[in-house]
Each structure stands twice: as structure tokens, then as C-alpha cells.
């Protein structure tokens, strides 16, 4: 028990950081790639305002283009690690809100482009919320150790 305890102790704090802000990054953007790529198989038409069911969420060929290329973007950062898995993960956090807000104007509107509804909406806003706690875990505060590497 004490071996173990040492091991886990003895680990740098960057490293661990850099695990949440990995893992994070690559889980979420695994499943935007599922959900892109269930989109493209399904063939759902590119620009319909009214979009097909996939994974429960409507989709259109616009955004499950939008979706591989964010998972992309995202695996590609976790890939990378250290200072770029945080800060990517963060922009794309801000960006998932601001989408939701934007899109939650346009719904049953013909500027609605994405083809959302609203759990589109309330999936925007979750996830952005998630990416920006990961992304920002252990960067962001008044009171980070000597040891931090941000």
C-alpha cells in the first residue's frame, strides 16, 4: 500500500494536468467523430434546416462536417499535449457555447443551418461547459503552486 501511495505521490503535477486536459480533449472529440461519421454514413443532406436523427441530436451534412473536423482538431491536441491540449480544448469550449446561443436564435428559422433543435442546443451548452472545466482545470486561479507549469 505504501509503494503504491509513493508512486502516486511522486508524480509531477504537470504530468497529472496534462492527463485531465489530454484525456478530455480526446474523449470528447472521439465522439464528435462517432457522431460526424454517423452523419456522413446515414448521407443526410448538407445544408437541410429540418436534419436527420443521429445519436438522438439532428444533424445535417453541414454539421457532421463541422463535427470530423472539430473531433479532428481536438484528438490532434490530446495528441499533442502540454500547454496546446489545455488551450485548444478551451477555445473549443467557448466556441460549443457560443454556438448553442447562436443557433438558439435561429431555431425554426430558415437561418438555422446546422439543423438544430433543441437538444442540439442543450448538448452545445454541456459540452462546452465540460471542454472549458477540462481545458481549465488546474490553469485558471489566484492560487497555483510553484510547481505549476502554467
Given at each position: 500500500?505504501?509503494?503504491?501511495?509513493?508512486?502516486v505521490?511522486s508524480?509531477?503535477?504537470?504530468?497529472?494536468?496534462d492527463?485531465?486536459?489530454?484525456?478530455?480533449?480526446a474523449?470528447?472529440?472521439?465522439?464528435?467523430?462517432?457522431?460526424?461519421?454517423?452523419?456522413?454514413?446515414?448521407?443526410?443532406?448538407?445544408?437541410?434546416?429540418?436534419?436527420?436523427?443521429?445519436?438522438?441530436?439532428?444533424?445535417?451534412?453541414?454539421?457532421s462536417t463541422?463535427?470530423?473536423?472539430?473531433?479532428?482538431?481536438l484528438?490532434?491536441?490530446?495528441?499533442?499535449?502540454?500547454?496546446?491540449?489545455?488551450?485548444?480544448?478551451?477555445?473549443?469550449?467557448?466556441?460549443?457555447?457560443?454556438?448553442?446561443?447562436?443557433?438558439?436564435?435561429?431555431?425554426?428559422?430558415?437561418?438555422?443551418?446546422?439543423?438544430?433543435?433543441?437538444?442540439?442546443?442543450?448538448?452545445?451548452?454541456?459540452?462546452?461547459?465540460?471542454?472549458?472545466?477540462?481545458?481549465?482545470?488546474?490553469?485558471?486561479?489566484?492560487a497555483?503552486?510553484a510547481?505549476?507549469?502554467?
Amino acid at each position: 500500500m505504501v509503494h503504491i501511495m509513493a508512486k502516486v505521490s511522486s508524480t509531477p503535477p504537470g504530468r497529472r494536468l496534462d492527463l485531465v486536459h489530454r484525456v478530455g480533449a480526446a474523449t470528447l472529440g472521439a465522439g464528435l467523430i462517432v457522431f460526424g461519421a454517423l452523419g456522413v454514413i446515414h448521407r443526410v443532406e448538407f445544408l437541410a434546416i429540418h436534419g436527420q436523427d443521429v445519436l438522438g441530436l439532428s444533424s445535417n451534412g453541414l454539421l457532421s462536417t463541422i463535427s470530423l473536423i472539430v473531433g479532428a482538431v481536438l484528438i490532434a491536441a490530446a495528441l499533442r499535449g502540454e500547454r496546446i491540449s489545455s488551450t485548444i480544448t478551451v477555445v473549443v469550449g467557448v466556441l460549443f457555447l457560443l454556438s448553442g446561443f447562436l443557433n438558439l436564435a435561429v431555431l425554426d428559422t430558415h437561418l438555422n443551418l446546422l439543423a438544430f433543435r433543441l437538444p442540439n442546443v442543450v448538448f452545445s451548452f454541456i459540452a462546452g461547459m465540460l471542454l472549458l472545466f477540462l481545458g481549465a482545470y488546474g490553469r485558471f486561479s489566484g492560487a497555483l503552486p510553484a510547481d505549476n507549469p502554467y
